[in-house]
């Protein structure tokens, strides 16, 4: 599966766009591996628990 970065305004590959749990687990690997401070999610409304429980479980490993 791929991460795509996107660019702001600036020009600079800042964002990865992850919605299905799998690519949740992705993103929240590529933030741990990478000592990122952190992941951002836009939008959880729609969400049972089972993403933001992914990335807390992916972050803590």
């Known amino acids: ?11 600079r590959r800042t964002a ?14 590529y933030v741990r591996e990478r000592a ?10 729609g969400d049972d628990g089972t993403l933001l429980e992914t990335l807390h479980r992916r972050l803590q490993q």
């Open 36 to 45: 990122l401070g952190g992941a951002m999610i836009w939008e959880l409304g």
């Open 16 to 29: 990865i766009r992850a919605w299905c749990g799998t690519r949740t687990a992705l993103k929240a690997d």
């Open 1 to 11: 599966m791929e991460l795509r970065l996107h660019s702001g305004s600036t020009g």
